[in-house]
């Protein structure tokens, strides 16, 4: 059975750092895109980047490019969500997706076939 | 606000059918395909929809998704108490370079 089991709740304070996990198990973790999705209080849902676990290369959506990292480690079938700096705007849930087949095509256009989603990260950020 | 306009709300009552739109323009669904997700209250969203009607592998037959032009619906026929969710579109947008997701329609079973 494909899961994608995410790291539990934080409460941070606004400047702090923090990495959350998502990880990947019953199927091949290296062949599928895993993505981020962000999903503010009370409101819909956001892309926020996805990473390719065979190399960790990522791409970011222009709206959270440079305030996040995305990133991925093959040997432990998980993948990560990074900030540097929290601010009291990323209180949110956060849920970790796997691209589904056909889901980025050959020039790059990503088909949002996210067949298989965490359970998802609450993230809290408050002085 | 959304790239993807759907309306707030939607409702029904059981056994009749209910259809959700979802309205993008020529950078989105009028180039790709749309996915559809449902949401119930407390848990992670679930791909119900892919490539504009494509239902995943136990979702009932009783949701199905169409596409023309720049809209697409999701069409619930023979209405449960179970169905009462939010409802996501989804497509690829050229302009933004990224995938895109519509408002969210919560839908009330009466």
């Known amino acids: 059975e494909v899961q994608l089991v995410q790291s539990g709740t934080e409460v941070k304070k606004p400047g702090e750092s923090l990495k959350i996990s998502c990880q990947g198990a019953g199927y091949d973790f290296t062949t599928f895109w895993i993505g981020w999705v962000r999903q503010m209080p009370g409101k819909g849902l956001e892309w926020m980047g996805i990473?390719?676990?065979?190399?960790?290369?990522?791409r970011y959506s222009p709206s959270f490019q440079g305030h996040i990292t995305i990133s991925s480690d093959k040997s432990f079938n998980t993948a990560f969500l990074q900030w540097s700096s929290l601010r009291a705007s990323d209180t949110a849930m956060y849920f970790c997706?796997?691209?589904?087949?056909?889901?980025?095509?050959?020039?790059?256009?990503?088909?949002?076939?996210?067949?298989?989603w965490g359970q998802g990260a609450l993230v809290i950020v408050s002085s | 606000q959304s790239a993807l306009t759907q309306p707030p709300s939607a409702s029904g009552s059981p056994g009749q059918r209910v259809t959700i739109s979802c309205s993008g323009s020529?950078?989105?669904?009028?180039?790709?395909?749309v996915n559809w997700y449902q949401q119930l209250p407390g848990t992670a969203p679930k791909l119900l929809i892919y490539s504009n009607y494509q239902r995943p592998s136990g979702v009932p037959e009783r949701f199905f998704g169409f596409k023309s032009g720049m809209s697409a619906s999701l069409a619930i026929r023979d209405l449960q108490s179970e169905d009462e969710a939010h409802y996501f579109c989804?497509?690829?947008?050229?302009?933004?370079?990224?995938?895109?997701f519509g408002g969210g329609t919560k839908l009330t079973v009466l």
């Open positions: 020529a950078s989105n669904i009028g180039s790709d395909t």
């Open positions: 989804a497509s690829w947008d050229d302009s933004l370079n990224g995938p895109v």
């Open positions: 997706v796997r691209l589904g087949p056909g889901g980025m095509a050959a020039d790059g256009v990503i088909n949002p076939i996210f067949d298989y």
């Open positions: 990473v390719w676990p065979g190399d960790s290369q990522a």
